[in-house]
């Protein structure tokens, strides 16, 4: 009988040997991990969330597969995922198909997925079949607001082949429309549950399978690669994963891994920081570069210089320059010619060249920046291993490599270099203006695919001419810092890359300074518009523009004196600033000052006679007054000016709610939210006018989103515990108000409504309680005190 030999190694197999064998550092990374094995769970040294962060080709991906490599020889079940799946639902799928292939099947959770998946096509085939709803149409609005909460929940995938599958209008009616898809029966109804909240269904099984497999291997270990791409869909799943009691008890030992670019959410995950280890990712030391060229059979110490100079210890780069040394010996070889050294082509090479003038490029900025063309250019580059962010339509080189492309270019020929700019300027200038159309000039900035061209256009015109193009980039930052903060900063950043790529100290300095100062005062502009009004040479029109846009920015900070000064300062350089005058009114009523603000807003609106934002502030300066009936046909012109401005229609809402006309608010609530989804107060104001309605599921419903759009939002739970007081519901209504108390313990109204719940559970004691302490807080709380009178008196005479 012939001895078997030994078995053969499969192609996966040799692969996955030959890229451990390259792997070379990190020792210290794969310390870290391989020691949390040895630490039991019960020990406060152990970790039970590693975060490994770092930039693009720092080499995160290679730490990870040798982290799941060290967890598999510790005996872990393991399961990656990384961007290719699109929802939490598809997230749970790859990790039970994983956890089969090793062995371990999660069959319960398998089966319920099966059923989502089947579902999920009866449901499309039925409603486009043409089914009648049971309880009519919902609202434009209602449609939107229950799409955008399906994509945001990870109900549905943002692209595949499920997007559309079930019409939003089934889910926007609630477990009544989904009965209507399935029938009435008790299976049936779990059916539709799972359909309209597939998170919340189908977690609870899968932490039940974990427990289960838990008992028979020492550890369970999840990678999410990938994660900077992810978060906005994993990140609120993941921390409610960890949340003692939300989802069931995750066994102790899991640990889950994640890999990405950026830190993780500071608010979201503050809760869980003591179980994360945090592992920045550096590029590589000079022992770890010089180690991976030996490996590669790099070993002229010229050759090996020059590769440390050019890659900065980035490992990708290291990666390119080892396998394309060039001339080895040669130590004045330059670093471009380096990085292109394995294409003879001149065409091609032009093209590379051409290509990091971009920040970022897709085919058609290619055919801009390479008009006589290179036959297959565009699908070429994406095969140079120092292209990041391939097929993506947002491709970029990697910054040690398209620096001294850019230096190479700009100094061998500077008028080559101001035309190319000159022509990329012009493209995303043509893509700035076309992705304005049908946006209201006022928020320009917030829209990102406006705000990326201009930018782009704007550090083109630099690159081109910097001092010329100056004075108007510096035009630009004054209405971005007004309109988004945040977006000042890719402003400040564009000029201080500009100064950088084109070589000019005045780009540098300037952009510096700006982030400098945008970032010493967090989300604030105040300080960059100081700067700008001190050192930029503006004019009186320009002067007054920044001067209104930094005393919005201290409205915002409640800085009501100081913005009133500045907005006074700029109507003495343009008195007939609208702007100026429509700010200073906002500022006015804020203080109480309502008919100084009416008086500002006649002369916006002499000045701007159709400026709807007047107009609005207008009908909202009435609401408050309480003078509703003024207020209403106000807002009504307000929303003839501009039909898609969202406030105005949820200011006019809840004038209507307070009118005593419910229907009409909801309309103009679900009509704000479908042009704008994450309008966190229409949200709330519109689960009010249900609740009002008799519709608690969509309530809750809107709730919920407003939750995930802003997790730890006291208004949201203290609403919520409204709605489940109107359900009689009391207990749960109590914990609702009291998760509100948790994150605003000043919040009078909450302590003035949990009275209620309490006096509904026969809790007197803790009702006057509530009351005592709204009073407190507000001693002028007349419906508190009105309510605590009537409950003491009903106490006395029990």
Request: charged letters at 25%; hydrophobic letters at 45%.
């Amino acid at each position: 009988m012939t001895a078997a030999g030994p078995r053969r190694l499969s192609l996966q197999q040799i692969v996955e040997e030959q890229r451990r064998a390259a792997f070379v550092g990190r020792a210290g990374e794969l310390d870290l991990f391989r020691q949390n094995f040895a630490v039991p769970p019960e020990d406060p040294r152990h970790r039970f969330v590693f975060h490994v962060r770092g930039n693009a080709g720092v080499g995160k991906t290679s730490l990870v597969r040798e982290w799941r490599r060290a967890a598999r020889g510790c005996g872990a079940l393991t399961a990656s995922v990384d961007e290719s799946a699109e929802s939490v639902p598809e997230v749970l799928a790859l990790i039970a198909g994983q956890f089969a292939a090793q062995g371990h099947p999660l069959k319960s959770l398998d089966r319920l997925l099966t059923t989502y998946q089947r579902r999920l096509h009866e449901a499309a085939a039925q409603d486009t079949a043409g089914g009648e709803p049971a309880d009519g149409d919902p609202s434009p609005g209602a449609l939107a607001a229950a799409q955008a909460g399906l994509i945001a929940a990870g109900t549905l995938p943002v692209v595949g082949a499920l997007v559309g599958g079930i019409d939003p209008a089934v889910v926007a009616r609630g477990a009544g429309g989904l009965r209507a898809v399935f029938g009435g029966r008790s299976r049936q109804q779990d059916d539709a549950r799972l359909l309209a909240e597939p998170v919340r269904v189908l977690t609870p099984v899968f932490v039940a399978e974990l427990e289960r497999v838990a008992d028979t291997v020492p550890w369970i270990v999840l990678f999410l690669d990938t994660y900077e791409r992810t978060a906005p869909l994993l990140d609120g799943w993941l921390t409610d994963l960890l949340t003692p009691g939300r989802y069931g008890e995750l066994p102790a030992n899991l640990v889950l891994t994640l890999a990405g670019q950026r830190r993780l959410d500071s608010v979201r995950w503050a809760d869980h920081a003591r179980l994360i280890a945090d592992v920045p990712l550096a590029p590589f030391t000079e022992r770890e570069t010089r180690q991976l060229l030996t490996g590669r059979g790099v070993v002229e110490e010229t050759v090996v210089r020059e590769v440390l100079r050019l890659s900065g210890g980035l490992p990708v780069l290291v990666s390119t320059l080892a396998a394309n040394p060039g001339a080895v010996g040669d130590a004045s070889a330059s670093a471009v010619e380096r990085f292109l050294a394995g294409e003879s082509d001149p065409d091609r090479r032009a093209a590379a060249l051409a290509c990091a003038l971009p920040r970022r490029f897709d085919e058609d900025l290619v055919a801009v920046v390479v008009p006589q063309g290179a036959p297959g250019a565009y699908a070429w580059l994406h095969e140079l291993p120092f292209v990041a962010e391939r097929h993506t339509g947002r491709a970029r080189y990697h910054d040690v490599v398209r620096a001294p492309m850019l230096r190479l270019q700009r100094t061998t020929s500077p008028q080559k270099w101001t035309e190319a700019h000159d022509r990329l300027a012009g493209a995303f200038t043509a893509r700035r203006d076309a992705a304005a159309e049908g946006i209201d000039p006022d928020r320009l900035w917030s829209e990102e695919p406006w705000r990326d061209a201009a930018l782009d256009a704007l550090y083109h015109r630099l690159c081109a001419r910097p001092r010329t193009a100056l004075p108007d980039a510096l035009r630009a930052g004054t209405a971005a810092c007004h309109q988004d903060p945040l977006a000042a900063r890719h402003w400040a950043r564009t000029l201080a890359e500009a100064g950088e790529d084109a070589d000019s100290a005045v780009l540098r300095d300037w952009g510096r300074d700006l982030l400098t100062a945008l970032t010493d005062h967090g989300p604030r502009a105040t300080a960059a518009l100081g700067l700008l009004l001190t050192r930029a040479e503006l004019d009186d029109t320009d002067r007054a523009s920044a001067l209104v846009a930094r005393a919005w920015d201290r409205f915002r900070a409640r800085e009501f004196d100081a913005a009133l000064t500045d907005y006074g300062r700029a109507l003495v350089l343009d008195p007939r600033s609208a702007r100026a005058h429509q700010g200073r009114a906002v500022a006015l009523r804020a203080l109480g000052q309502h008919e100084a603000a009416l008086a500002d807003l006649d002369r916006a609106e002499e000045i701007a006679p159709d400026w709807a934002w007047a107009v609005r502030e207008r009908g909202e300066t009435y609401r408050r007054m309480g003078r509703l009936d003024e207020a209403l046909p106000v807002l009504d012109r307000a929303h003839a000016l501009d039909p898609g401005d969202a406030l105005t229609l949820g200011s006019r809402g809840l004038v209507r709610q307070r009118l005593g006309r419910p229907e009409d608010a909801l309309d103009d609530f679900d009509r704000a939210l479908a042009l704008w989804p994450e309008y966190i107060w229409g949200l709330v104001r519109r689960a009010r006018v249900r609740t009002s309605l008799g519709d608690t599921v969509g309530a809750l419903a809107d709730l919920d989103r407003a939750g995930e759009l802003a997790p730890r939002a006291a208004g949201t739970e203290g609403e919520r515990g409204e709605v489940y007081r109107a359900l009689g519901r009391y207990a749960e209504a109590v914990e609702s108000y009291g998760r509100a108390l948790e994150l605003d313990p000043e919040y009078a109204w909450a302590h003035g409504s949990r009275a209620l719940a309490h006096e509904a559970l026969g809790e007197p004691g803790r009702a006057l309680a509530d009351l005592d302490r709204a009073l407190e807080i507000n001693p002028e709380y007349t419906w508190a005190r009105n309510q605590r009178e009537r409950l003491a008196a009903a106490v006395r005479g029990s």
